[in-house]
């Protein structure tokens, strides 16, 4: 006897409405003739409006946008979302600095930090990615697979996040308490370009956040052949994240240096789009005791960047559970940075922010993951002990 199931009543998977804030302004344009919120000659005008009560006046409810019909509104609330994500956690360092741990879906986590007195009132440090796969040996972030690319309003909600939370909503002309966004949070941007880059241009738009992209910093490990393409499309500022000046070390400390050694890097980062004085490329560099940071290597360092507009930044290392590196001593620190500003580089030591809810430089993990790590380390240890036991 044959069976044949009756599918005819079998209903779909209700698509999840999408998020406004995430698209740029062809990208909402074309949205709201899709969804047939008003006819293609009209859109242009319509979605300006939305666009400044989503990304001026960071409104959620479509029901506030009192300059939109009545009509209009309920159809754009039936058809978008402008929900932010879940805020699963929010931690306050004694020194200011303020990080989140934002839940944008089920099982996808990221943290972000907002650094106050940085830039020219405080930066933002956003991720582009759930994890990363460069396993830097320094860096805690690293040790988190990767799980996925961040969209557009995964990366805006968080820059939302923290416009709410500090309260800069209608975006402000003066005084600003968030005025620079940089790229150096969770994954590597590069890999992530697309999303990126939309984020950039829906942050920068003057009509909205309205933030300069000479006040973006884009932070790579040195994806080469994107480079180009990052300062065509962004023309954000580019940090690099260095912290050697030899491949044999590199290759160590930033894994990706076997794909993309020294001298590919430097020969992309002198051809960058619009480098000059005036948009110098910033290299980050770590202080690891003992690894990176005797005088040889300060000298070796500025052999290496002859010739590039540039700033470097000295990162002292951020220690995290399990790590085998040490920070480089202040005196040793100070030294570096001594051969560097006499050679006419401006070399600012970076003071560690956030270091008591790993906040700073190198620690941001997601909590999940935290979490899932240490239940593997209990099950290993309780192993351990059956094993002995028997």
Partial sequence: MSVTLDLSRAQPAAKAPVNLTGLTREGLRLALIEAGICPPEKAKMRASQVWRWIHHYGVVDFALMSDVAKETRARLAEAFTLARPEIVERQVSKDGTRKWLIRTAPGIEIETVYIPDVGRAGALCVSSQVGCTLNCTFCHTGTQKLVRNLTAAEIVAQVQVARDDLGEWPSPKEDRRLSNIVFMGMGEPLYNLDHVADAIDIISDNEGIALSRRRITVSTSGVVPQLDALGTRTAAMLAISLHATNDALRDVLVPLNKKYPLDQLMAAIRAYPGLSNARRVTFEYVMLKG????????????????????????????????????????????????ILNKAGYASPIRTPRGRDILAACGQLKSESEKLRASAVRKAEQAAAGADEAA
Avoid: H
Avoid at 293 to 318: C, H, M, Q, T, Y
Avoid at 321 to 327: A, N, Q, V
């Fill in 291 to 338: 690894v990176n940071d005797s005088p040889e290597e300060a000298r070796a360092l500025l052999n290496l960047i002859k010739g590039v507009p540039a700033k470097i930044n000295l990162i002292p290392f951020n220690p995290w559970p399990g790590t085998d590196y040490e920070c480089s001593d202040w005196k040793t620190i100070e030294r570096f940075a001594a």
